[in-house]
């Protein structure tokens, strides 16, 4: 499910060839862990553990930063060498509380600042818990790091994702859709 929406349609779903490949890409995932996703989060782990694989399997060189939120934030891997990434578990980001998805996504970008950055946000609901940033802040933000080559992607469970993602200034084309269900 994720690999279908990073990078280009031309080199499925890995990261830009060539060039590109020779660069250190930091991969930042914004999971999130709220009480409304406990009926996927097998699912959801499952999706993030089988996108780490496959990102494993690319010659470039890259660091993995994965923030789980609800009306908490908690950085469950902090730049860890992908190739050291262990596989998550649900007892990791058990699901809980509120949705401060404004908040996480504003705080897991104000914290990178590398140019070379695949960003992914999975998410089931919409903002509800948000103290930090607005919606207006995190199109900013997001519209700032799209022009300095920021590849950011964005997955809504049971909500419609290319509304939710275009909110945000994020490109259709790297929006997904999937059916809130223990199937995805």
Known sequence: ???????????????NEGEEMKKKVEI?????RSGSMS???EEA???????VEQQ??????????LVAFDHEYTVVYDKVKLAEVQPLKVSDVPPRGMTALNDAIGRAMANVTSKNVVMLIQTD?????????????????????????WDISFIGAGIDAFA???A??????KCLSVGKNEKG
């Open 125 to 149: 609901g919409h903002e509800n818990a948000s103290k930090e940033y607005t919606s207006e802040a995190v199109k900013k933000l997001i519209e700032e790091k799209k022009a300095i080559g």
């Open 168 to 173: 945000y200034g994020i490109l259709r084309d």
């Open 28 to 32: 930042l995932c914004v999971l999130d």
């Open 56 to 65: 494993k399997t690319l010659p470039a060189k890259a660091n993995l930063t």
């Open 1 to 15: 499910m994720l690999k279908s929406t990073l990078g280009s349609s031309q080199n499925d779903g890995k990261f």
């Open 39 to 41: 009926s996927i989060m």
């Open 45 to 51: 782990v499952s999706a993030f553990n089988g996108f």
């Open 164 to 166: 939710s993602g275009s």
